[in-house]
């Protein structure tokens, strides 16, 4: 099954649409990659959302599903 990521602007306006294998969750990175998870042998990608094209496959596998910044420091959990 494949999904899409679609980036969109604060009025709603489609900038970009990349096509990712069971696309789950998608977060924005410093150099304007995206870090797409997947649920089906997706696992966890940056992807190169100008080109479509994955740059790094940081995790294999399946079952990922939403991301969510974390602030590591100090107060974090141990």
Same mark, same amino acid.
């Given at each position: 099954? =494949? ?10 306006? /489609?900038?970009? =649409? @990349?096509? @990712? ?9 410093? %150099?304007? %990659?995206?870090? !797409? =998870? *997947?649920? =089906? ?7 190169? $959302?100008?080109?479509?094209?994955? !740059?790094? /496959?940081?995790?294999?596998?399946? *079952? #990922?599903? #939403?991301?969510? $910044? @974390?602030?590591?420091?100090? %107060?974090? $959990?141990?």
């Amino acid at each position: 099954m =494949t999904h899409s990521v679609t980036e969109v602007t604060g009025s709603g306006q /489609v900038v970009r =649409t @990349v096509e @990712v294998e069971s696309a789950r969750g998608a977060y924005v990175l410093g %150099n304007g %990659n995206w870090l !797409v =998870t *997947g649920g =089906t042998e997706t696992g966890i990608l940056e992807i190169d $959302p100008d080109t479509g094209t994955t !740059v790094t /496959v940081i995790a294999e596998g399946s *079952g #990922f599903r #939403f991301i969510e $910044p @974390v602030e590591l420091g100090a %107060n974090a $959990p141990r």
